[in-house]
C-alpha cells in the first residue's frame, strides 16, 4: 500500500511541477533584464516591471479589463442570486428550462457565443459601443457560474427564513434584501470573484466584441503585440500571482466563513 | 400568487438569457440559411463543397480524440491516486492541480511557448498536442476523481474477498464502476478542444498545417461581411457536435446515476 502510494504520488508531482513549470519560469525572468529566455544572460532587475508601468496601452488595458470586470461581475452577481431565489418557488419543469438556459453559454463553444454576439451587435446596431457591448458579453460569461456558485448555497439555507420574514410583516423585497442578502453574502462574494477572474481573462469573446476597447488579452494578442519583449514577462507574473492568490484565498478563507456562518 | 412574486425575481435573468443567448442562436440560423435573396442553402453548398473544410474537420475530429485519449490516460492514474490510496489533502493537490486554469489561456500558452524555446521544441504537431493536453488536464481530472471518490469502498472489499487479485479488483469492479466519469471526462474536454482557436494556430505553427475547426471560422469572421453567411454555418456545425456530445453524455450519465455515478 505505501509502495504504491508512493508511485502515484511521484507520478503526480511530476504531472503538476510541469504544470507550473512555464508559469514559474515566467515569474522567474520576469526578474532579468536579459532580452530572451535563457540562463546563460539571465541579469537580475526589476527594468521591466518599470517599463510596463510606463507604458500608456498596458495601463488603459488594465483600467478597462478591471473597469469591465468589476461591472461584469457585480451586475451578474445581483442578476444571478434574484434568479436563484427566484428558482426556488419555480415548478420542476420551469426550473430545468432555466437551468438548461444557464448551462447553455458554459456548454457551448466559446467561439460559437462570440460568433453569434457579434451577429446581435451588428443586428441592433450596437456599432461604436465598445463599453456596453464588452459589459454585457462579460456578465454573460460571469452569470452562469454565479448561479451555480450561489444556487447550492441557497438550497443549504433554511427555507422558512424567507417566509418567516414575511410572516413578521416584512415585504418580500425586504425579506429579500435583510434576510436573504446577508445570509447568502459569503457565497454571492465567491461568485462575484469568480466571475471578476473569468471575465478578467476573457478572450475569444473580447477580441471579437471589442470595436476600439483594449483589454488584457486583447492587447497580448494584437499583431504588433509586445508578447515576446522582457516587459511582457512582468505582465504575466503580475496576472498569474494576482489570480492565484484570489483564488486561494476564496477557497480557504470563504470556505471557512461559509461554514462558520452555517454553523452558527 | 406566491409563485407569481417569486418568478419576478428570475425576470431580469430571463430577459438578460433571451437577449444575450436564445436570439443570438436564432440569429446564427438566420443568416446561416439567408442571403440578400432570401431563404438559400449557399452557404451550407459553399462550405461542403470546401475541400480543405473537410480537411480541417477531420483533423479537428481526431486530434481532439488523440488529445482527450492521451488527457484520460494521464487523468485517471492521478484521480485513481488521490482518491484510492489514501492521500492527505486531496482537495489541495485537486484546487493546485485547478488553479492554472484560471489563469488567462494566452498567458499562460507564452509561458509555454517560452518553456518550448528553453528546451527546442518547435511549433507543429507535438508543441500543439502537448500544449492541448496541459491545457485540458485540469478538466479531464474532475469528473474522474469525483466519480471515483463516490465508489463505495465495500465494493472492493467484497470483491477482494471473493478471491479477485488486485488487478482484477481494478478491471472487474474500479474502472466499470467509473465509467461514467471517465466519459464525462472525455466529452468535457472533446468539444473545447475541437473548437480551439488560439492554441492550434499559436502552437502549430501558424501556417494552415494544423489549422482547426476554431480557426476556420475565425477565418470567416475576419472576412467580414462575405463571411457572415459560412461562419454561421461553421458556429451551427460546432453547435451541433457539443449538442451531441451532451445529449451522449446525459444518457451515461443516467445510466451512473443507478450506480451512484457523476450527477
Same mark, same amino acid.
Given at each position: 500500500m505505501k509502495k504504491k502510494k508512493i508511485i502515484f504520488g511521484t507520478f503526480i508531482f511530476l504531472i503538476?511541477?510541469?504544470?507550473?513549470l512555464p /508559469?514559474?519560469? !515566467?515569474? !522567474? @525572468?520576469? @526578474? *532579468?533584464?536579459? #532580452?530572451? /529566455?535563457?540562463?546563460s544572460d539571465f541579469e537580475f532587475g526589476l527594468q521591466n516591471y518599470r517599463d510596463l508601468f510606463n507604458n500608456n496601452v498596458i495601463l488603459e488595458a488594465i483600467f478597462n479589463s478591471l473597469l469591465i470586470a468589476t461591472i461584469a461581475a457585480f451586475t451578474a452577481t445581483i442578476i444571478g442570486t434574484m434568479a436563484c431565489v427566484g428558482m426556488m418557488k419555480m415548478r420542476k419543469r420551469t426550473r430545468g428550462v432555466m437551468m438548461a438556459l444557464n448551462l447553455t453559454p458554459m456548454i457551448n463553444a466559446t467561439i460559437v457565443t462570440a460568433f453569434s454576439l457579434v451577429l446581435l451587435y451588428a443586428t441592433l446596431g450596437m456599432v461604436n459601443m465598445g463599453y456596453i457591448r464588452l459589459i454585457l458579453a462579460h456578465t454573460l460569461v460571469a452569470l452562469p457560474i454565479v448561479m451555480l456558485i450561489v444556487l447550492p448555497k441557497l438550497r443549504g439555507l433554511d427555507k422558512n427564513m424567507f417566509e418567516a420574514a414575511q410572516d413578521l410583516g416584512a415585504t418580500p423585497s425586504q425579506a429579500f434584501f435583510k434576510v436573504m442578502i446577508p445570509l447568502l453574502f459569503p457565497a454571492m462574494l465567491g461568485a462575484f470573484l469568480v466571475g471578476f477572474t473569468l471575465s478578467v481573462d476573457e478572450f475569444i469573446i473580447t477580441n471579437y466584441n471589442n470595436a476600439d476597447i483594449v483589454t488584457i488579452?486583447? !492587447?497580448?494578442?494584437?499583431?504588433? *503585440?509586445?508578447?515576446?519583449?522582457?516587459?511582457?514577462?512582468?505582465? #504575466?507574473? /503580475?496576472? @498569474?500571482?494576482?489570480? /492565484?492568490?484570489a483564488l486561494i484565498i476564496v477557497n480557504f478563507k470563504l470556505s471557512r466563513n461559509a461554514k462558520k456562518r452555517l454553523t452558527k | 400568487m406566491v409563485r407569481k412574486k417569486y418568478a419576478l425575481f428570475a425576470a431580469p435573468f430571463i430577459i438578460f438569457m433571451l437577449m444575450m443567448v436564445v436570439f443570438p442562436l436564432c440569429l446564427l440560423f438566420w443568416y446561416a440559411f439567408t442571403s440578400d435573396d432570401g431563404f438559400t442553402f449557399q452557404h451550407f453548398r459553399d462550405v461542403f463543397n470546401d475541400n480543405i473544410a473537410w480537411t480541417i474537420l477531420g483533423r479537428s475530429l481526431w486530434i481532439a480524440i488523440l488529445a482527450a485519449v492521451i488527457c484520460l490516460l494521464i487523468a485517471y492514474p492521478i484521480a485513481y491516486g488521490l482518491t484510492m490510496t489514501g492521500f492527505k489533502r486531496r482537495t489541495t493537490i485537486l484546487l493546485l492541480f485547478t488553479l492554472p486554469m484560471w489563469t488567462n489561456l494566452l498567458l499562460r500558452s507564452i509561458a509555454l511557448r517560452n518553456l518550448?524555446?528553453? +528546451?527546442?521544441?518547435?511549433?507543429?504537431?507535438w508543441a500543439l498536442l502537448i500544449s492541448l493536453v496541459v491545457n485540458f488536464?485540469?478538466?479531464?481530472?474532475?469528473?474522474?476523481?469525483i466519480v471515483l471518490g463516490n465508489i463505495d469502498k465495500k465494493h472492493l472489499e467484497a470483491s477482494q474477498d471473493l478471491g479477485a487479485t488486485p488487478r482484477k479488483v481494478f478491471t472487474k469492479t474500479v474502472l466499470p464502476l467509473s465509467m461514467p466519469g471517465i466519459i464525462a471526462a472525455f466529452i468535457l474536454v472533446f468539444s473545447p478542444i475541437v473548437s480551439t482557436y488560439f492554441l492550434s494556430s499559436f502552437f502549430g505553427g501558424g501556417g494552415s498545417d494544423w489549422r482547426m475547426l476554431g480557426e476556420l471560422l475565425n477565418i470567416q469572421y475576419r472576412?467580414?461581411?462575405?463571411?457572415?453567411?459560412?461562419? $454561421?454555418? =461553421? $458556429?451551427?456545425?460546432?453547435?451541433? =457536435? +457539443?449538442?451531441? $456530445?451532451?445529449?451522449?453524455?446525459n444518457r451515461f450519465s443516467k445510466v451512473g446515476n443507478k450506480r451512484g455515478g457523476l450527477w
Open positions: 503538476l511541477a510541469f504544470m507550473y /508559469i514559474l519560469l !515566467i515569474v !522567474i @525572468f520576469s @526578474f *532579468s533584464e536579459g #532580452s530572451g /529566455i535563457s540562463f488579452p486583447t !492587447i497580448v494578442y494584437a499583431p504588433r *503585440s509586445f508578447r515576446w519583449q522582457p516587459s511582457f514577462r512582468a505582465l #504575466s507574473a /503580475i496576472v @498569474f500571482m494576482v489570480v /492565484i492568490l | 518550448f524555446i528553453l +528546451v527546442d521544441i518547435t511549433p507543429g504537431f488536464l485540469p478538466i479531464t481530472i474532475l469528473p474522474i476523481y472576412a467580414g461581411d462575405i463571411g457572415v453567411g459560412r461562419g $454561421s454555418v =461553421l $458556429s451551427l456545425i460546432l453547435l451541433v =457536435l +457539443v449538442g451531441l $456530445s451532451v445529449l451522449i453524455l
